[in-house]
């Protein structure tokens, strides 16, 4: 196949936004291809859309694309969020639709609608965190009272308890918020 496209406008599956707008970023496509149609807050919810063109794919070839995107914090616990690519031709008539063969193997290409979106189930993050404070002044750990003029120490601790890595997390600490 010649001059085809991908399509892939990221929430168009999902009732409520999933995605972080403009959280998309590509990653890797073919060379020669044309991504200047991708956008990280296009589509329908704002989340983003995939439109890589001018795809050339050999017989017996395969293509590559992949990209990242956050998880907005709003999604609610428990919430499947689904995406599906879509296969185009160059004037944009729909061809075929991406399959996650994990869903229940590989699609049939002989069979309509046998193609799965990729789901992903989201589940709550596992971390443990704890501040705990000492008076450096008069030694007292854990320091439960301190005078004008003591200096105090604080640490932070956070532990990851869950079976994937965490990233992109921000920590703020405001020691007087309270008062």
Excluded: H
């Excluded at 991504?35 to 395969?62: C, E, M, W």
């Excluded at 596992?126 to 003591?150: Q, W, Y």
């Amino acid at each position: 196949m010649s001059n085809v496209r991908i399509y892939d406008e990221l929430d168009a599956l999902n009732a409520l936004a999933a995605f972080v707008p403009g959280s998309l970023a590509l990653v890797s496509y073919p060379a020669g291809a044309d991504a200047s149609n991708t956008s990280a807050t296009a589509g329908a919810k704002g989340t983003g859309v995939v439109d890589i063109r001018n795809l050339n794919i050999p017989a017996g070839g395969q293509v590559q694309i992949q990209f990242d995107v956050q998880v907005a914090p709003t999604v609610p616990i428990g919430t499947i969020v689904a995406n599906q690519s879509g296969l185009r031709l160059a004037d944009g008539t729909p061809f075929g639709l991406s399959d996650d063969p994990a869903v229940n193997g590989q699609a049939d290409p002989d069979v309509a609608g046998d193609e799965d979106p990729t789901r992903v189930a989201i589940v709550p993050t596992t971390l443990v965190f704890e501040k705990t404070v000492a008076n450096v002044t008069s030694g007292a750990n854990p320091a439960a009272e301190a005078r004008p003029g003591d200096r105090l120490r604080y640490r932070l601790r956070i532990e990851n308890l869950a079976d994937f890595p965490l990233s992109g997390l921000t920590l703020r600490d405001e020691v007087d918020r309270l008062n």
